[in-house]
C-alpha cells in the first residue's frame, strides 16, 4: 500500500507563501492522480488542486492563480506552492493519491495532513 507524508505546513502571515510537499512510498504498480484536499475547523473538506499522472492539472476556482500544484514522478512526490495567502486559506491540508497495486487492483491513500495557519 501507498503511504502518503505531507510536510511545510506552518504559520504564515497574509500575503506570505508556503511550498507544501507530500512524498508517497510503500509497494505498489503505479500512482495514478495526486491531490491536495484542505479542512477548515467546522467546515467540510474541500479539493484544492490535483494533478494526473501526465501533469495535468486542475484547480479549485478560488485556488486558480494563487496556488500551484506539481509533482516529479521520479520521486513520487507532489507539491502545492501557495501564494498571496489569506486567513481563510488556513486549513489542515492533506495529501491525496489513487494507485494501482499487482492484479490490477485500484486503491486510494491518504496523507495525515499539514496545518496552515494565515494570521498576523
Known amino acids: 500500500q501507498v503511504q502518503l507524508v505531507e510536510s511545510g505546513g506552518g504559520l504564515v502571515q497574509p500575503g506570505g507563501s508556503l511550498r507544501l510537499s507530500c512524498a508517497a512510498s510503500g509497494r505498489y504498480h503505479s500512482i495514478n492522480d495526486m491531490a491536495w484536499y484542505r479542512q477548515a475547523p467546522g467546515k467540510q473538506r474541500e479539493l484544492v488542486a490535483r494533478?494526473?499522472?501526465?501533469?495535468?492539472?486542475s484547480y479549485a476556482d478560488s485556488k486558480q492563480g494563487r496556488f500551484t500544484i506539481s509533482r516529479d514522478n521520479a520521486k513520487n512526490t507532489v507539491y502545492l506552492q501557495m501564494n498571496s495567502l489569506k486567513p481563510e486559506d488556513t486549513a489542515v491540508y492533506s495529501c491525496y493519491a489513487d494507485y494501482w497495486i499487482s492484479g490490477g487492483n485500484w486503491r486510494e491513500a491518504w496523507g495525515s495532513g499539514t496545518q496552515v495557519t494565515v494570521s498576523s
Open positions: 494533478i494526473t499522472s501526465g501533469g495535468r492539472t
